[in-house]
């Protein structure tokens, strides 16, 4: 809280809530006059519930969704900045939704583009947050109490799915999947069939007749094959002279060669120039992920893209102004044809 209420101030505004059903924050921050207010966080906190005093907006904050830091508008619960966004928005919120919603929701809330907040414990991990820090500023905003420990399920990181997913193997008929298994694979091959017999006799007596039928088969496949040979005009192995078209359709063939090499070359060449251009300046953009916002002091929010000069990612603003990807703040004007950081004067 931002004030300090008596014991017997207090209890009357625990029994006025639980009979009209109030939030018991709001109520006492009404109490208090509205007239201290909370000033923001030094470090990236989680959003634990909606705090008093602040406009009801939410600002991205590295995907955190932390609560609009700025001071509400005489005509509601929203700054003046979030309150031009509600009235862009169809749905009448600012853009990356409410606080007080989030509060509601929690774990199931989503703002108006469907996008769920960032796990705290990865963001943690990545901007290398001080905890101590954390926790000391989520008692002060929140107003919670010394003896506050921080949730362990705040701090867990959550490994985010990449790829496709897996393919589901539809449903089979077991007769069908029967049958796909015995026609795949090759074709045994048929088994010599030898007529039955009743003795001995004519059982060899069909044996040497089918023997003398595959050789007479055997014989004239090869005499097949020898006459194939015959009709096939015998190669010229040696080497003779070269007529006068001949010659001239053999210099054409090698100057189209010569010529064809050429452009090769020349396409290689321009291939390598080209991406001696393209990695002059490295821009990286991602309309979904590498877009977003930054709430400047006055409550604007400037729309960003991320860019990456000479190995080290930034944010870039429609002004050219670059800012620092971890405290937002403004760095310089970027020249795009130099690759380089300027120092200017900010307003």
């Known amino acids: 809280m931002s004030c300090s209420l008596s014991k017997g101030v207090e209890r009357a505004v625990v029994k006025i809530c639980d009979y009209y059903n109030l939030k018991e924050e ?24 909606k ?26 619960e929203l700054c003046k900045s979030c309150e031009k966004q509600a009235e862009k928005n169809e749905h009448g919120k600012p853009n990356n939704g409410l606080a007080s919603e989030r509060e509601e929701m929690m774990e199931m ?29 989520m008692k002060r905003v929140y107003g919670l109490d010394e003896d506050y420990e921080m949730p362990s399920e705040l701090m867990e ?17 077991d007769s069908d999947d029967e049958e796909e298994r015995k026609q795949r694979g090759r074709p045994k091959k048929s088994k010599k069939v030898i007529p039955e017999t009743k003795d001995g006799e004519d059982l060899i007596t069909a044996l ?23 009709t096939e005009k015998p190669k010229n192995t040696k080497k003779g002279k070269l007529s006068d078209e001949e010659k001239e359709a053999a210099k054409a063939a090698k100057e ?32 979904e992920e590498s877009e977003g916002e930054l709430c400047s002091e006055e409550g604007d929010f400037e729309t960003v893209i991320k860019v ?12 050219k102004i670059i800012y620092d990807i971890n405290t937002e703040e403004p760095l310089g004007k970027y020249n795009e044809e130099e690759e380089r950081i300027e120092e200017c004067e900010f307003e």
Not at 27 to 46: A, F, H, Q
Not at 52 to 73: A, E, F, I, M, R
Not at 112 to 135: H, I, T, W, Y
Not at 214 to 219: N, P
């Open 26 to 49: 709001e109520v006492k921050w009404l109490v208090c006059g509205k007239t201290k207010k909370i000033e923001k966080p030094s470090t990236v906190i989680p959003f634990i519930k």
């Open 51 to 76: 705090v008093y005093g602040w406009c009801d907006g939410l600002k991205v904050n590295h995907g955190v969704y932390s609560q609009c830091t700025n001071k509400p508008s005489v005509k509601g």
């Open 256 to 287: 189209a060669e010569k010529q064809k090499k050429a452009e090769e070359k020349a396409a290689a060449k321009a291939a390598k120039e080209a991406e001696k251009q393209k990695k002059a300046v490295e821009v990286v953009k991602n309309t």
């Open 109 to 137: 809330w989503r703002d108006p583009k469907n996008r769920a907040p960032s796990q705290f414990g990865n963001v943690a991990k990545k901007l290398e947050l001080d905890m101590d820090l954390v926790v000391s500023e």
């Open 157 to 173: 990181t959550k490994k985010s799915g990449r790829g496709r997913p897996k393919k589901v193997n539809p449903v089979v008929n």
């Open 208 to 230: 040497v007749a089918q023997a003398e039928s595959e050789k007479e088969l055997s014989e004239n496949e090869k005499e097949e094959d020898e006459s194939a040979k015959v």
């Open 308 to 319: 990456t000069v000479k190995g080290v990612e930034y944010y870039l603003d429609a002004d």
